[in-house]
């Protein structure tokens, strides 16, 4: 096992992992130079499309050392070492993939891009790896490039890492400059998993994908023993038994090999169909029928055997930051849609689901993610993995209602908020928000304040930079936050933020009524100072969307009771004297008056439908 490396490469987005990853494959030659492309580890077209990994990726790659005369009394077997790479997302909304990768790994590199210098993710990273234990290599990129920052790049790493200048690495992914003594430096300080092939087998299952014809794949990192192809293993979670159909290494695409052993990454068949069986963070063992056995049933309730083990340490359950519900615009597409979500569940753990109705567009689901991105990759995934056509609502987060009967209700979409006068105090999600920026742009952050109730906490210096530290409502930094933010720093400020606690918050169920009827569906939650404002929005998108009736219909907006902004819709008309010619003008006014009393009748027991169309068309413009 001494040849043996694990690494994972963590940076903020866009700072060149993948990059940095294409040359690691090219140079230790893992990949042939006529099937090599730019972002090869990023295997989906979207990746591909934005720039960005959204999915972690591992590879193996062999790195042959060249000896030089000083190294003949090395272990001859050393010349050869394997390096198992994992590649990493950089934005926030998918950090939950960094800390998988992290628990199967020794070692990282943090990436830094020279032109940039670091970035608030870069922190995020760098905490997580070092909360991990793990051996953090400080890397700067793109050094060839004529504005690059080298010097204070290199301060700001020293500062964030407590390093020496010589111990921090500069490459350049795109030309190749430095990659080989990054190879070097990777094998002498990262050091080599344990060695415990005599000990039961235990794997630590840190992703998995569905395939049609295998079944589940899961990706594993073989922490004790070994498994080979034909033997039974057992998820201890889910307490399913399986056959081992296949199993072998990521190169980086699969390759099949006879058996896995400690220390190593690999992927296992299972060949269960049924995703909801097989979870990140579980264990996989093996049944045996030796020595001290421990009895379980399986899902067929038949008794197997098992040598007693310990389950590894999984995965912390991620907290979904933002709600949405997806509903199958055709809503003849509903089971299609609920395949899909599985699916996607298996190869994305940090998605939350449930199932749900409503009436406008039947059957659906609530969808928790992690943020804003994550929302938006998974509608696209569905759109062009699945084929599938999907309306996704208002996005929301998660509140907390105190009732006066003592009782606590969780709410993430306003209908299923209480009446006002039960509700004693409503509580919202609050995260610590940094915002690390050049310095001079910080009386522009701080016009941010007000607008988005961010209650300033303290500033931290890394070199020529700031940190900018609030605590923040998780509603207001959702939405078109980033997009100010960058606005007002002309694209150089960064943020990261992390759940501290649910907080008091003088909230307001805003409700919209549509010919006097309310609208459950439309209602929201808001901040009381800007009811009114959103108020007026949404009852003015109202009017130019709803179709026009035989009656006049008074679209608006109410908080407690109270309300706050009113549209009218003009009813439609009919020129009900058209037919007439000549005579006197009595004639028509009676005409007039008949017509205005059968408008009063339908608008007294008139209702309005909110078609799917014009719901459909209300989100797209929110």
């Not at 040359?23 to 990746?47: A, G």
């Not at 070097?184 to 840190?206: G, Q, S, V």
């Not at 293993?233 to 980086?252: C, D, R, V, Y």
């Not at 084929?387 to 105190?402: D, G, R």
């Amino acid at each position: 096992m001494k040849n043996i490396r694990n690494f994972a490469i963590i940076a903020h987005i866009d700072h060149g992992k993948s990059t940095l990853a294409d040359r690691l494959l090219e140079f230790t030659n893992t990949i042939d130079k006529r099937k090599m492309k730019n972002q090869i580890l990023d295997q989906m077209d979207l990746e591909r499309e934005r720039g960005i990994t959204i999915k972690m990726q591992p590879c193996q790659m062999i790195w042959r050392k060249k000896l030089s005369s000083n190294d003949e009394k090395i272990d001859q077997n050393l010349k050869e070492y394997i390096l198992n790479l994992i590649d990493t997302p950089g934005h926030v909304d998918f950090n939950y993939e960094v800390s998988r990768s992290l628990a199967a790994v020794e070692g990282a590199l943090l990436l830094v891009d020279a032109t940039q210098g670091i970035q608030a993710q870069t922190m995020g990273n760098y905490q997580l790896a070092k909360k991990q234990g793990l051996v953090i290599i400080p890397v700067i990129n793109k050094i060839d490039l004529p504005i690059a920052k080298i010097e204070e790049t290199e301060n700001q790493i020293m500062a964030l890492c407590k390093v020496k200048r010589e111990e921090i690495l500069k490459v350049s992914a795109k030309t190749g400059e430095g990659i080989e003594k990054l190879l070097e430096t990777i094998i002498e300080k990262i050091p080599p998993p344990l060695e415990n092939d005599n000990k039961i087998f235990r794997a630590l299952i840190f992703d998995s994908l569905y395939d049609d014809h295998k079944g589940v794949i899961s990706y594993v990192r073989v922490v004790d023993g070994e498994i080979k192809v034909g033997e039974n293993g057992f998820f201890m979670a889910s307490k399913t038994s399986f056959k081992i159909n296949e199993l072998g290494i990521f190169k980086p695409w699969l390759e099949k090999k006879e058996k896995l052993s400690s220390g190593e990454m690999g992927y296992i068949v299972s060949g269960i169909k049924e995703p909801t069986k097989v979870r990140v963070g579980d264990t996989i063992t093996k049944i045996k029928n030796q020595n001290e056995r421990n009895q379980f049933t399986n899902e067929n309730n038949v008794k197997i055997e098992l040598e007693i083990v310990e389950p590894l340490p999984g995965y912390k359950e991620p907290e979904p930051m933002v709600f949405a519900s997806v509903y199958p615009v055709n809503s003849e597409n509903y089971d299609l849609l609920k395949n899909a979500i599985f699916k996607l569940k298996l190869n994305d753990p940090s998605l939350i689901y449930k199932t749900e109705f409503f009436s406008a567009l039947g059957q659906g689901f609530c969808l928790g993610f992690l943020g804003l991105l994550h929302l938006e990759i998974i509608k696209e995934r569905l759109e062009r993995e699945y084929k599938l056509e999907v309306i996704f609502t208002t996005p929301s987060v998660n509140y907390k209602t105190i009732l006066k009967n003592e009782t606590t209700k969780e709410v993430f979409r306003a209908s299923d908020l209480p009446e006002y006068d039960q509700i004693v105090k409503i509580l919202e999600p609050w995260v610590r928000l940094e915002i690390l920026t050049p310095i001079h742009f910080f009386g522009q952050i701080m016009q941010l304040k007000d607008r988005h109730r961010l209650d300033y906490k303290t500033t931290e210096y890394l070199g020529d930079l700031m940190i900018v530290i609030f605590d923040a409502p998780l509603s207001e930094i959702i939405v078109n936050f980033y997009d100010k933010l960058k606005s007002i720093t002309e694209g150089y400020a960064s943020m990261n933020y992390n759940f501290i606690e649910y907080r008091e918050g003088d909230l307001v169920k805003l409700e919209i009524l549509i010919a006097g009827e309310k609208e459950e569906s439309l209602a929201r939650i808001v901040h009381r100072r800007f009811a009114e404002e959103e108020g007026r929005k949404m009852v003015k998108k109202l009017k130019d969307l709803l179709p026009r009736q035989n009656f006049t219909v008074a679209i608006q907006a109410m908080i407690e009771g109270k309300i706050i902004a009113r549209e009218t819709l003009p009813a439609l008309k009919k020129d009900v004297t058209g037919y007439l010619y000549g005579g006197d003008r009595t004639r028509k006014m009676k005409l007039w008056k008949k017509q205005k009393e059968g408008k009063k009748r339908l608008k007294e027991r008139g209702k309005v439908n909110i078609s799917t169309k014009t719901y459909i068309d209300l989100m797209k413009t929110e």
